[in-house]
């Protein structure tokens, strides 16, 4: 029987020496009851953003190679740490970075990708009772670089060595108790989830719920390796994210994510001629921007307006490609609107049952928040609102969905 567990701490669960002493006492346990641990850490406490900081302290724009060798420090100082204190245990810990254990990833530094990882070496020494300690957050390019995967990455290292390993669960350890229907400092009723599926987490990591990196859950999903997300301050199952099963319960809605740290570009007057859209948004992607809601205008005297949210961080350089573009097209108007708030309900019940959209805007309706842009999937649907009604827009769908209430 598949024994191997990859258990991934993020950085509050590793923030200081305690801290750490109290993540070893979970291997241990873990490990006396017979399970085989491979361990992923992220970096101490803020110790990610203190790095960060001090290199923009430098330079506001660093050079890439260089941030990457600088961040990925981070989680150096954390592996060495837990080892020591496995070993204080009785545990054979020992620390590797993902450098020494070979986990590549492709050039992009900063927001890299991994390729492969090579675990030859660990999966011996797991079976020789040694539990890896492995750097989360970073690997190395073929140039023999230091890269990082992006804020958040170290979910991504753990369920990659999970599929590498061929582990029978990721799971990642934060400071909440797992996946809840709504952000639950937004709304005290928000639930704990037990389980969801790899399709409902996707929806909710992009359309802001935070407590998973969304390319962990895609990587997880990709290759059907479950995640569970549990707390390391409180014991409990926390939540189950796995392929869908016939017999799973489908709720029409288990979750509303909502994502304040948007903000919408709009150029007005432009041609409606095919690839417009393709013209407008290459330069932006290229730019290595990602573009979410995207609305086109029916077009009048030929000329037609374009929306799309970016993250706040990049609205300055959109804005400016925009601009650019705009002065090619002959000078329509650039707008930016940092006010806004994106709200989502998501469930794969959605797909069985009519009404749920129009439901959704009534009850908005109802407490006169105005929507601004709308876009659905076949799991989802997001609304676009002011950023001031975004609170009152989860309380009342939450409400309205029964969120609060579990399916029997
Ligand atoms: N330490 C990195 C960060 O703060 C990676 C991680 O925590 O997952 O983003
Ligand atoms: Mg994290």
């Known amino acids: 029987m598949n024994k191997l567990i990859v258990k991934k701490f993020g950085g509050t669960s590793v923030a200081n020496a305690e801290r750490i002493e109290v993540v070893a006492e979970l291997i241990v346990k873990s490990v006396e009851e017979g399970n085989q ?205 796995e392929e869908e099963e016939e017999s799973m319960e489908r709720p029409i809605v288990s979750g509303i994510s909502s994502i304040d740290t948007e903000a919408k570009l709009t150029i007005r007057g432009v041609p409606d001629i095919p690839g417009v859209a393709a013209k407008i948004l290459s330069p932006v992607s290229e730019a290595g921007i990602d573009v979410d809601v995207i609305v086109q205008n029916i077009s009048a005297d030929n000329t037609t307006d374009f929306t799309f949210t970016v993250n706040e961080e990049d609205a300055e350089a959109a804005e400016k490609i925009l601009l650019d573009m705009s002065n090619s097209f002959g000078g329509g108007l650039v707008e930016v609107d940092r006010d806004i708030a994106k709200i989502s309900i998501v469930g794969r019940g959605m797909r069985a049952h009519a009404g749920i959209a129009s439901k959704m805007f009534q009850t908005l309706a109802d407490q006169e928040i105005n929507i601004l842009m709308i876009t659905t999937s076949e799991i989802k649907i997001s609304v676009v609102i002011k950023r001031d009604c975004m609170k009152d827009a989860i309380v009342c769908l939450h409400d309205a969905f029964d969120l609060d209430k579990e399916l029997d």
Do not use: W
Request: overall charge neutral; glycine content about 8%.
């Open 37 to 241: 641990v491979a361990v992923v850490l992220s970096a101490m406490g803020e110790s990610t953003d203190e790095l960060i900081n001090l290199s923009k302290d430098i330079n506001p724009n660093p050079n890439l190679r260089e941030y990457d060798a600088l961040v990925s420090t981070g989680e150096q100082i954390s592996v060495a740490l837990l080892a020591m204190a496995l070993q204080k245990r009785n545990i054979k810990g020992k620390s590797y970075t993902a450098y020494q254990l070979g986990i590549r990833t492709n050039s992009m530094h900063s927001r890299a990708r991994i390729l492969d990882v090579k675990v030859d070496k660990i999966k011996e020494e797991i079976s020789k009772g040694i539990v890896p300690v492995i750097t989360g957050f970073q690997g190395m390019n073929d140039e023999g670089d230091i890269t990082t995967l992006g804020r958040g990455g170290s979910d991504t290292t753990g369920v990659a060595l999970a599929v590498a390993l061929e582990a029978k669960e990721c799971q990642i350890y934060t400071d909440v108790d797992g996946v809840f229907t709504t952000d639950p400092r937004l709304y005290n009723k928000a639930r704990l989830l037990k389980k969801i599926t790899f399709e409902e987490m996707l929806e909710l990591s992009s359309m802001g719920a935070k407590v998973l990196q969304l390319r962990a859950v895609e990587y997880a999903s990709k290759y059907q390796m479950p995640i569970r997300v549990l707390s390391s301050f409180r014991a409990g199952e926390g939540t189950l994210i």
